[in-house]
């Protein structure tokens, strides 16, 4: 049994992933390093090392490129975290718009810091770059979506509305 299968998850998303091979030309593999990562990251929260494994297996493409994609992209995460992922962008424009008392605020309520997940897994908190939204600072993204102008008062509502 080839690495690919042999992972239950990219065993699953393998007709996917054929589908989209089809749309690249046959010498283009490294195109589809991401969004194939990107599949495997909405379906199991996080990649595991078995993942680099099967993808690299599958494509194939020396499993190097793939270590790259995940270190040079921050948006791919390599252990599990909570089950809502808030991410407070520390930039300039959000920084001087109030990121850190957002931070502050965030940490205080759930208990955590920077890098820390609640002891009810509810919710991982991270710092991130520019998201590329400063006109609408300060701005955080949770559960890949993008909340704007920001305030201790929307965070709360916000929090409220997750289970
Ligand atoms: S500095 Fe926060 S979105 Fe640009």
Request: charged content about 25%; some cysteine; aromatic content about 6%.
């Amino acid at each position: 049994m080839n690495a690919a299968v042999a992972n239950s998850l990219f065993a699953d998303l393998l007709p996917e992933f054929d589908r989209l091979r089809r749309r690249f030309p046959a010498d283009f593999a490294s195109s589809l390093v991401l969004p194939c990562l990107r599949r495997i990251q909405e379906r199991r929260g996080w990649i595991a090392d078995e993942d680099i494994g099967a993808l690299a297996a599958w494509l194939p493409v020396p499993r190097i490129q793939i270590e790259e994609a995940l270190s040079f992209y921050t948006q791919f995460r390599r252990a599990p975290i909570g089950r809502h992922h808030l991410e407070v962008c520390r930039n300039v424009s959000c920084s001087m718009r109030g990121s850190e008392r957002l931070l502050a605020h965030l940490r205080a309520r759930l208990g955590v810091a920077e890098g820390g997940t609640t002891a009810d897994g509810r919710f991982t908190l991270r710092t991130c770059e520019c998201l590329g939204s400063c006109g609408t600072a300060p701005v955080m993204v949770v559960d890949d979506e993008y909340h704007e102008n920001m305030s201790a008062e929307k965070v709360d509502a916000l929090l409220g509305r997750l289970d």
